[in-house]
């Protein structure tokens, strides 16, 4: 195919399916964005108590976090197909093949994540600042919260980690959400089905704005982070 | 006759079982500078660590003001622990301005408003840094991280200051102005000074008493002149006139 075969194609495709994909990359990120914010909801004050305490037991949920940290997409999705399916213990909600079950696979794939990023970055801080907090007449517990400010760069480099995990996967969106027209196919799981039906050029439209979209959205938040002094 | 501000009594720490600082008996009165002396890891740190009440002892009592620190709760070690205020060997910033910085330790106390502001302008001409407010307090040279550390002890008044080996890594100039500061705080707000110093023509300038501290243990308190010229014992010797290898 040449160049302008190859423009020609990917336009006739904008132009037709335009409103298809605005859909599919309205999905993607609504669906990551939302298992982020559970995930770094559940994830950093989990990452805080790992990162703050030295109590019996926590080397061991360490190790379990970073194991957890290298799920495979799709066991995480396994797992959740299992547990949503019609026989399964929460079949009863009946949201297998919908956007919430991704939600929530994408929520196990990245709490652990944003958890052993955060406990790192605070563990790393509490070394370096609590006592200095301490002299300086904080209580224990607001010495813990600087600590959580100080390592807020970390946290944050952990929850974009996140979110590209998320993005990015396509092991789980697949097996839970079955990649339905319309109702839940992602930016992901289209480039599968594209390629699939050698359609390579919308794959590669597909995977150019999925990589643009990681770039945004990470820039955004470390613009954010270094505008902020304080 | 000066007021007796610490007491310590067969005071032990230990990390992981293996004992590293042994104080049988030590007494520190107000507003007098010490200078504490010693080998790298002879256990000056862990002994200021200790007296700012971020540690507790293995074993032993420590009494502050009266107050049996190891009986005392968490809110009363907070409130003795605020009469006093540690520079650190490796001073930590926080990551925001050198103002919030130095306004941090009065927040805590409850301070706010006009008060608060002129508490730390005061702080930062105190240290010759008014200018330096804005300023992003990680990119700063050595020596005005010292100075901004001290400016955070400052800000606060204590009656108590700390200081491990504040001086160890500047050039001679911040070292002869931090001294100044030093002793400039301890006269106006009559403080009373600990200082871990390697260097002991700096424990001469400044202290009125040194402690030596070798291996853990506690080898000698004199007044400060003596020390150097009439060591009471033979490891002080050693170490005050030089030839101590460590
Ligand atoms: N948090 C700690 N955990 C284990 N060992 C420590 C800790 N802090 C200090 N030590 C040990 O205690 C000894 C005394 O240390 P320190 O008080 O820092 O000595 P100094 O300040 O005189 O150089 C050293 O042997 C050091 O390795
Ligand atoms: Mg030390």
């Known amino acids: 195919m040449t160049d302008a075969g190859m423009f020609t194609s990917i336009w006739q495709f904008l132009s037709s399916r335009g409103g298809e994909l605005t859909g599919i990359v309205g999905l993607s990120l609504s669906v990551s964005t939302t298992a982020v914010v559970i995930g770094a909801l559940l994830g950093v004050p989990l990452g805080a108590i790992l990162g703050l305490r030295k109590f019996p037991g926590r080397k061991f949920l360490m190790r379990l976090t970073y194991t957890l940290m290298s799920l495979p997409p799709v066991l995480a999705g396994l797992l959740v197909y299992l547990l949503f399916a019609r026989s399964g213990p929460m079949g009863f909600l009946d949201i297998l093949f919908t956007p919430s079950v991704m939600v929530i696979a994408q929520v196990l794939l990245v709490t652990p994540i944003i958890t052993g990023l955060a406990a790192a970055a605070i563990a790393a801080k509490e070394k370096l600042s609590m006592d200095t907090a301490r002299t300086l007449g904080a209580s224990e517990r607001q010495a813990a919260w600087v600590v959580i400010k100080e390592a807020r760069t970390g946290i944050l480099a952990g929850v974009m980690t996140g979110f590209g995990r998320a993005f990015g996967e396509v092991g789980a969106v697949m097996l839970v959400g079955g990649n339905v027209r319309y109702q839940t196919r992602v930016l992901t799981t289209s480039i599968v089905l594209e390629t699939r039906q050698g359609n390579f050029e919308f794959a590669i439209v597909l995977g150019l704005i999925l990589l643009t979209l990681s770039f945004i959205v990470s820039s955004v938040v470390v613009h954010v982070d270094d505008s902020k002094l304080g | ?246």
């Open chain 2, 1 to 246: 006759m000066h007021k007796t501000l610490f007491e310590l009594e067969d005071v032990i720490k230990k990390y992981d079982k293996v004992p590293v600082l042994h104080v049988k008996n030590l007494k520190l009165e107000e507003n007098e500078i010490y200078a504490i002396m010693g080998p790298n890891g002879s256990g000056k740190s862990t002994l200021l660590k200790l007296l700012n009440l971020l540690d507790e002892p293995s074993h032993g009592k420590i009494i502050f003001q009266g107050v049996d620190t190891g009986k005392a709760g968490d809110s009363v070690r907070l409130r003795l622990r605020r009469q006093m205020c540690m520079v650190f060997q490796h001073t930590y910033m926080f990551n925001t301005s050198v103002y919030n910085n130095v306004s941090y330790g009065l927040r805590l106390r409850g301070i706010k408003g006009p008060e608060l502001q002129s508490r730390v302008k005061e702080a930062l001409s105190f240290v010759g840094m008014s200018d330096f407010g804005k300023r992003n307090a990680l990119k700063l040279s050595g020596g005005e991280t010292q100075r901004v550390a001290l400016a955070r002890a400052v800000a606060i008044r204590p009656r108590i200051l700390l200081l491990d080996e504040p001086t160890a890594n500047l050039d001679p100039d911040s070292v002869a102005l931090i001294e100044r500061l030093v002793q400039r705080i301890h006269e106006t707000i009559h403080t009373t000074v600990l200082i871990v110093t390697h260097n002991l023509f700096q424990a001469k300038r400044l202290a009125d008493e040194a402690i030596f501290l070798y291996e853990g243990n506690l080898i000698e308190k004199s007044p400060v002149p003596q020390i150097f010229t009439e060591p009471q014992s033979e490891v002080t010797r050693r170490f005050v006139s030089g030839t101590m290898v460590y």
